[in-house]
């Protein structure tokens, strides 16, 4: 999980999605940090989100996935201390937030070693690698830009004028969300 805004900004938590066997009509998923992320509803030992405030029963007809992501993402965005499973990150928060700040970035540091040094043993473990600014930049330019963009002129053998002509061929991004749409309509959690 990325937070790319407020007090966790740059954090990259790793996290486990486990989902009952007889979802949907289960309880709700637990979402369990693995690494030790320090926020108030984020248990210290065991890394359990506290889902319970948000999700105290789980509904097939109104629940999903994507309700419990946005949940633990959001969490990041605004800190709630009413209901916690951590009291240390909860009383820090709210009598001083200076020391709690250093305790994120710690948090943040250490979950980033994780995610960037993952168990050679789980083979379901999502690699990722260091960012490389210049990379993304030439990567973005080849995907974004237009492949050929011109001026030409046209001649009208009528008024014996010429007109510019403005020709734009699309995007390599626009080219494959015709091939396919649905990747068109998708958009950011």
Not at 11 to 16: E, H, L
Not at 111 to 120: A, E, G, R, S, W
Request: charged share 25%.
């Amino acid at each position: 999980m990325f937070v790319r805004t407020g007090m966790y900004q740059g954090a990259v938590f790793k996290f486990t999605l486990s989902i009952p066997m007889n979802y949907p009509d289960g309880g709700c998923p637990a979402f369990d940090f693995q690494a030790g992320v320090f926020h108030p509803l984020v248990h210290a030992e065991t890394g359990e989100l506290d889902t319970k405030k948000e999700f105290q029963r789980w509904r097939r007809d109104v629940n999903h996935l994507r309700n419990l992501f946005l949940y633990a993402r959001n969490i990041f965005y605004s800190i709630d201390t009413a209901h916690t499973l951590n009291g240390e990150a909860a009383r820090l928060y709210t009598s001083d937030p200076d020391k709690y700040r250093g305790r994120v970035q710690e948090s943040i540091t250490s979950c980033l070693q994780v995610v960037l040094n993952p168990d050679p043993s789980d083979s379901h473990s999502v690699k990722l690698g260091e960012w490389h600014a210049e990379v993304m930049r030439a990567a973005r330019r080849h995907i974004f830009e237009p492949e050929v963009a011109y001026l030409c002129w046209r001649a009208d053998t009528h008024t014996h004028t010429h007109t510019a002509v403005h020709v734009r061929v699309r995007t390599r991004l626009e080219q494959f969300t015709d091939q396919w749409p649905v990747l068109g309509q998708a958009k950011h959690l």
